[in-house]
C-alpha cells in the first residue's frame, strides 16, 4: 500500500503545488486544472452542457462526513469558494457547485432543485429561484436565503420546520475556472438523534448521502476528525459499501491542531495509511484555519503557509509525514491526477452509455411515429392503433397465437405471463367447474377417517371469499340434516310420503355457495381479461400520456361488461331459488338408479341373515315351498321406518338433482 501511496506522489510531485502561492480567489479555482486533462475536461462539458448529464452519471466530486468535520472548509480550499463554517453551523442541504470554464465573463447564478417529495405548488416556488452573485462574498448570504426559502429551521430554539432538506442549492460558475466539474458539499451524518435532529433527520441525511455515493463516477473525500476514533466514524464505512475497491475514495484528516498532545503518531500512522484502517488511495493531512483566524480573515496564500508551518513543526517533523499528502495544495494536485485517471476511466463507458441512450431515444421516436400536428393525423393514428389491437385482441380470442404477432404471444416469458387469452380462459373454466364439483355444495360427504385431513381442502383464494367454510360431513350426518329438514317441513302428506317444500328447501341450502364461488370465477376472469389488455397496450401504444388515456376508456368498458356478467350471474342464481324443476332424462336415470341401488342393498342384507335360518346354507328351488319359506325369512328382516324411507327418497331426489342443476348452471 505504502508503494502504492508514495508512485501516486512521485507521480504527481509535491512541487506543482509551490505555483498556488499569492494567487486571488478566482485564481484559485485554476488550481485544478493541467494541460493533460483540458481535452478530457472539456469533452465532459460538452456532454454536460448538452442535458446527457440528467440521463447518464457524469464524474463529480463530494465532500462528506461527520457533522461539524470541517467538510465546508475543505471544500472552500478546492473550490475557493467561501462557505459558511461558524462554530455550531452545519451543512443543512445539499449544495452543489458546477464549474464551467469559458473564456468568457465570470457569471455565478444560484437556482434550487427541489425534491420530488414536495406539494406542485412548493416546488413551483423553489424551482422559481434564480439569483445573479456579482462575487462570491454573496454566497453566505445566499445560503441562509435559501435556507428560509426551503422552510429549514432558523435555529435550535425553533420549532417550526424541518431540520434538514432534500432539496439542491446549485450554484453554477462559468468563466476562468480551468474546471469542468461538479463538486457536492453533503450534510453531515448524525450519530445520534437528539432534540434539534429527529430519527426522521437521521434517515434522511443517511438517504441523502447514499443517493450521491452509490454513483460510480462520484469521487468520495470522505472527511475524518482527528480528534476522534477513526472507528467512531461511519463516513469510512459507508464509502467502502458502494465502492468496494476503493478505487475513488480519498480520506482526508482535519482538526489535527485538536488532539491530545502525545498522540501525533496515531494520526500520522493513519495519514500514512499504515494504521488498522486502510484505503486504497491514501489519506490526507489537513489544518483549516480555525474559528480566529477566520474572525480576521485568512487568504489562500495565507492559509497554505500556515499549514506548512504548522506541519514542519518538530511535533510534526519527527513521524516524517509525506507532504505530498499534506496540505490543501497537496490534494488539490492530487485530485487533479487522480480526476484525470477518472475520467479517462469513465469516458468510455460515458460514450458506450451515450450511444444506447442514443439508440434507445432513436427507437422510441421511431415508434411515435410521424408528427400528429392536425385532427386528421390524430384520427389515421388512433385509426392504427384501434386496429392493432383489435387483431391481437381476435387472435388471442380465436386461438391463432402465430398468425398476428408471435412476439406478443410468445409462451417464454421470465415473468410467467402468458398473452394467449383463450388458452388462460380454458384453464380459469376448467378450475371453475372442477371448484364447482369439489367445493360448490355446502354440505360434502367424505369417510369418517379422512374429515381431519380434508378440513383445508379449498383453494386459498376460494376460501378467502367464501363466507362460510364448506361443511365436511359422514352419510349418517348427512342423513340427520335431512331428518331435521323433514321434520321441519312436514304438511297434510301421510307417513312415508315428503312434499315439494323438502326437496326444495334442501336444494337451496345444498347450493348456497354457488353464488360465492361463481363470483371468484368472474373476479378472475376479470382480472385476467385486465392485464391482457394492459399487455396489448403496453405493446402497441409507447406514449405513456396516450397508453393512460386509453386505458382508462378501455377500463370503463371493462367494468361495464364485469357489471353485465354480475347481472347474468345474478339471474341465474335467482332461477335456481325457485321451485326445482327438470324434465332432463339425466334426472330420471339418477332415481331409478338410486332405487335400484337401495333395493339391491336392502335385498343383500336380508339374504345374509336367512341363510342362518338354513343352517347356514341358502338354497332355494322352484317350488312353492321353497318360495314361501324364502319370503318368510325376508319378512322377518326387512323392517321399514317410514320416516327414514321418506329421507331415503328425498336425499336420493336432491342427489339426482344437484347434478343436474350444477351441470347446467356450470355450463351457463
Known sequence: MDVFTNNIGSEIGPGSAGSVSNISSSEELIGLQSTKSSNRLNQIDKVRASGVGDHIALPQLIVCGDQSAGKSSVLEGVTGLPFPRQDGVCTKFPTEIILRHSSGAQSINATIIPQTSRSDSSRKTLHAYRKTLLSFQELPDTITEVAELMGIQRSEESTSGPAFAADVLRIEVIGNTGLHLTVVDLPGLIAVANEEQTEEDVQLVGNLIDSYLESPRTIILAVVQANNDIANQGIIQRARRFDKAGERTVGIITKPDLINAGTEGRIALLAKNQDTTKLKLGYFLLKNPSPSQLAIGMTPSQRKQDEENYFRSSTWKKHNLNLSRVGINALKTFLQGLLDRHIEKELPKVREEINLLLSNTERELEVLGADRPTVSHLRTFLSRLSMEFYNL?????????????????????????????????????????????????????????????????????????????????????????????YQDSRGRELPGNYNHILMSELFHEQSSRWQQVAAQHLARMDSETAEFVDEVLLHIVKEDDVRQEIREITNASLQNNLTIAQEELRKLLEDEKRQPITYNHYYTDNIQNARQDATRKLIQKAVEGTAVDWNGKFHVSNTTLDSDKLLASLQKRVVVDMDEQACLEALAGLNAYYKVAMKTFTDN
Open 393 to 485: 385482441t381476435k387472435s388471442a380470442l380465436d386461438g391463432t397465437y402465430h398468425e398476428t404477432d408471435s412476439v406478443f404471444f410468445r409462451n417464454d416469458r421470465a415473468d410467467g405471463y402468458s398473452t394467449r387469452l383463450r388458452a388462460q380462459t380454458h384453464k380459469h373454466n376448467a378450475r371453475f367447474a372442477t371448484d364447482m364439483r369439489q367445493y360448490a355444495q355446502k354440505r360434502r360427504v367424505i369417510d369418517s377417517q379422512d374429515r381431519g385431513s380434508d378440513e383445508t381442502d379449498e383453494s386459498d383464494d376460494l376460501h378467502e371469499i367464501t363466507k362460510e367454510k364448506q361443511l365436511l360431513v359422514t352419510r349418517k350426518e348427512l342423513m340427520e340434516w335431512v331428518k331435521k329438514v
